[in-house]
């Protein structure tokens, strides 16, 4: 069967809104990313078949295909396409599924994949309030308003109905965004982030500054304090807490198969073992983590201890604690460098970004077999496993 290798992987630190990253055009930010990322892998950069990227609000800054704009912008050659995907908060991860599949079936040799959101610049839901807003109309068609009468799609109800469904209260909600937080900061703290953050310039009132540690990361935080967060909704669970951050920030990852990694002389950091997407309930929407995960290590005949690591996307903490609950995995193998909570969720950007962590902490661990998934808006996940090699 045909490979597919991960040989870079690369990111920027998260941005809070408003903040360290606002200064960034998204399409420069993810050029940069695109541009690091052949520096890595040293190839010359015409040998790139084609740029995959993540992004959500494909609308301003963001519209008009980003993932060519971010090609143009970064410097690569002409020669090389792009093209933009949403799968909403797992738009990236899935740039990796189709990245891997195109070099898997020998159509193309090395593709890029990739995901960037400037939540500053495109504000979150933009894309389609905007729209409605100006008379336009509503994705919602009259056929699925037939089917789901009187349904609001939404996140954070959905994240609310998990926490019940589960049965999580706020106490262990808390101590899972206070955990983030903790694992966020030794990581920073003990350099497991250098490697993989690409720095960036910015302009601060003091001045020219590099961006290189994740802004969202509360280096204060204490326990106490985020118990003290008030309620996202009267008698619900979640606060703003334990939900993860609006962030800006790019990443990618460049993926090869056998005939490029020989003929360019690449050295594999990661191979893609297995792949899956399902599609689920799309009112409570953020629970199809779990049966992706229980599809794809029946798929792969393996078993949630052959696991060394896991990212699970902290869209909300509800999500990875439902997820652990259900497959038994071991919490201490989840987001050990932290999480979304901490670090930042862009959305379009965050399944090329959990990658990037994913890759680089089993190297650091010295980890054989990691898993990611992902929340996805309209009940969605992708689940992919890794092999370090």
């Known amino acids: 069967m045909a490979e597919a290798y991960i040989v870079a992987a690369s990111r920027t630190a998260g941005g809070r809104r408003d903040g360290r990253l606002k200064g960034w055009h998204p399409a420069d930010l993810a050029g940069a990313v ?69 070099v898997m079936s020998g159509f193309q040799d090395v593709v890029i994949a990739a995901g960037v959101e400037s939540m500053t610049r495109v504000p979150m839901g933009l894309p389609a309030a ?10 919602m068609s009259p056929e699925m308003q037939t089917r789901y009468p009187d349904i609001q799609f939404s996140q954070f109800m959905g994240a609310e109905m998990m926490a019940k469904k589960y049965g999580l209260n706020k106490e262990q909600l808390d101590e899972f965004g206070f955990t983030s937080h903790q694992r966020a900061i030794a990581a920073t703290q ?63 990852v460049m993926i090869v198969n056998e005939k490029a990694l020989k003929e360019l002389g690449l050295t594999p950091l990661a191979r893609i073992h297995h792949m899956t997407v399902v599609g689920g309930d799309p009112v409570i929407m953020l629970e199809a983590p779990i049966p992706g995960t229980q599809k794809a290590l029946k798929d792969a005949g393996m078993k949630i201890d052959d696991i060394d690591l896991y990212e699970v996307n902290e869209a909300f903490a ?62 969605l996940a992708n689940v992919t496993i890794i092999e370090r090699l």
């Open 190 to 252: 003990a350099g497991a982030f250098d490697e993989e953050i690409l720095a960036l310039d910015i302009e601060t009132d003091n001045g020219k500054e590099q961006h290189k540690v994740d802004e969202g990361i509360r280096f204060d935080a204490s326990l106490d304090g985020i118990k003290g967060v008030k309620l996202l909704a009267e008698g619900g669970a979640l606060t703003a807490a334990t939900s993860s951050q609006i962030c800006d920030g790019s990443a990618g």
């Open 318 to 379: 509800s999500v990875p604690l439902a997820w652990l609950k259900e497959t038994g995995a071991d919490p201490e193998k989840l987001n050990v460098n932290g999480g979304a909570i901490a670090l930042g969720h862009p959305l379009g950007g965050s399944g090329a970004k959990l990658m990037t962590t994913l890759v680089h902490a089993m190297k650091n661990k010295n980890a054989k077999y990691g898993l990611q998934t992902m929340c996805e808006g309209g009940g």
């Open 130 to 139: 905007l729209p409605a807003k100006n008379g336009f109309g509503m994705y």
């Open 34 to 102: 695109l541009k690091d990322l052949v520096n890595k892998s040293g190839i010359d950069p015409a040998k790139v078949d084609d740029v995959v990227m993540g992004c959500v609000g494909q609308a301003g800054e963001q519209a008009v295909n980003i993932a060519r704009n971010a090609v143009l912008a970064g410097g690569l050659p002409e020669s090389v396409p792009a093209t933009s995907v949403d799968r909403q908060c797992g738009s990236s991860q899935q740039s990796i599924h189709f990245a891997a599949q195109a």
